[in-house]
């Protein structure tokens, strides 16, 4: 199956642990206690397709600067992730903070 690559950088609503933008689908999800090792998160992102609801993992998140931030990589490139009140945002990071 060929690899698809997604545009994750957006502004999404937030719904508990679901994103929603426009053109892409996110959930938030956290790995059973069971299932956590040294070297996995506690946090990944998954992509939901909105017609198969087929989900697709993204990355792994790691905590940033803040409580309400996390780190990620996605196709070589790095991004910040950041919670507020009902939304969340996604943006390219050269460094990350």
Not at 21 to 29: P, R
Request: proline share 3%; no cysteine.
């Amino acid at each position: 199956m060929p690899k698809i690559s997604l545009k994750i950088e957006g502004t999404y609503t937030l719904e508990g642990a679901k994103l929603y933008s426009a053109s892409l689908n996110l959930l938030k999800v956290t790995r059973p206690q069971e299932k956590q090792t040294p070297t996995k998160t506690e946090t990944y992102l998954l992509a939901i397709d909105a017609d198969t609801r087929r989900r697709t993992y993204i990355s792994s998140l790691w905590e940033g600067s803040t409580s309400s931030s996390y780190k990620l990589e996605y196709n070589s490139a790095r991004y910040i992730y950041q919670e507020g009140e009902g939304v969340a945002t996604i943006i390219k990071a050269d460094v990350y903070v």
